[in-house]
C-alpha cells in the first residue's frame, strides 16, 4: 500500500485475530488505497483537459464529475482489480470455461440464504445494491439532468455487466447474473432518490 500502509497496519495489529472477516477489511483498506493512487492520475488528467478545452464550469458541475470518478474507481478496485495494483500486473484468463458463469437466476442467492452464512447472503444481495445506489443517484447530475429513468438504469446495467465479465476474465471473483439484478436494483434506487431530491428542491 503507498498512502494506507501505516493505517492497514495499525487495524490489523489491533483486530487481525478478533475479526472473522478480517481479509475483507483488507480489501476494503487496499481498495481505498489504490482508489486515492488512480483518483490522483484521474485529477491531472482532468485538470490538464479543462485547460485545453478551456471551458468554463461550474464548481457544482464539476464536482458531481470528480464525486462519480471517485466512486467508479472505488468500486472497480473492490470488485475487480482485487489482486494487483498497476495495469501491468493483470493476468487474463481466456480459456476459462464459460460454465464457471452462473446464469441460472437466484440460484446462488438462495444457496447462501439456505445452505451457506447469512453474512455472505447480505454481503451479497443488499451489499450489491447498495454498491450502486450512488451511481444511479450521481448519473443524472454528471451526464445531464434529462437522463431517462431508463438510460440510467441501462447504464448501471451495462457497468455490472462489465465488472463481471471482467472478474471473469480475471478470475477475481465470481460472475453471476445474481449480482447484475442487484446492481441494477440499486441503480435504480439510487435514480429514485435523485429524483425526489430534485422534487424537493422545486418545492422549495
Known amino acids: 500500500m503507498i498512502f494506507l500502509g501505516p493505517l492497514y497496519n495499525l487495524i490489523a495489529q489491533m483486530y487481525a485475530t478478533q475479526i472473522n472477516h478480517f481479509a475483507l477489511i483488507k480489501l ?18 482532468r485538470l490538464l483537459w479543462l485547460m485545453a478545452i478551456r471551458r468554463r464550469r461550474t464548481i457544482k ?6 464525486l462519480f470518478a471517485f466512486y467508479l474507481i472505488l468500486v ?6 482485487r489482486g494487483t495494483y498497476f495495469p501491468w500486473q493483470l ?3 481466456f480459456h476459462r470455461p464459460l460454465s464457471d458463469i452462473n446464469l441460472v437466476f437466484m440460484k446462488e442467492t438462495w444457496k447462501m440464504f439456505y445452505a451457506q452464512s447469512r453474512l455472505d447472503f447480505v ?11 450512488p451511481f444511479g443517484f450521481l448519473a443524472p447530475f454528471v451526464f445531464s439532468k434529462k437522463q431517462t429513468f431508463i438510460r440510467v438504469l441501462l447504464s448501471g446495467m451495462m457497468f455490472s455487466i462489465f465488472i463481471e465479465a471482467m472478474q471473469f476474465l480475471l478470475a477475481t471473483g465470481v460472475s453471476d447474473i445474481d449480482d447484475v ?3 441494477s ?3 435504480a434506487l439510487g435514480y429514485l432518490l435523485y429524483w425526489l431530491v430534485q422534487r424537493v428542491r422545486q418545492k422549495l
Not at 30 to 39: C, R, S
Not at 61 to 66: F, I, L, N
Open 123 to 133: 454481503y451479497n444481495s443488499f451489499g450489491n445494491i447498495v454498491c450502486f445506489l
Open 185 to 187: 436494483c440499486g441503480t
Open 28 to 45: 476494503i483498506v487496499l481498495a481505498f488505497d489504490k482508489t486515492i493512487f488512480y483518483f490522483l492520475v484521474f485529477m491531472v488528467l
Open 76 to 81: 472497480l478496485m473492490l470488485t475487480t482489480f
Open 91 to 93: 493476468s487474463f484468463n
Open 181 to 183: 439484478f442487484f446492481n
Open 61 to 66: 458541475s464539476e464536482a458531481s464529475v470528480w
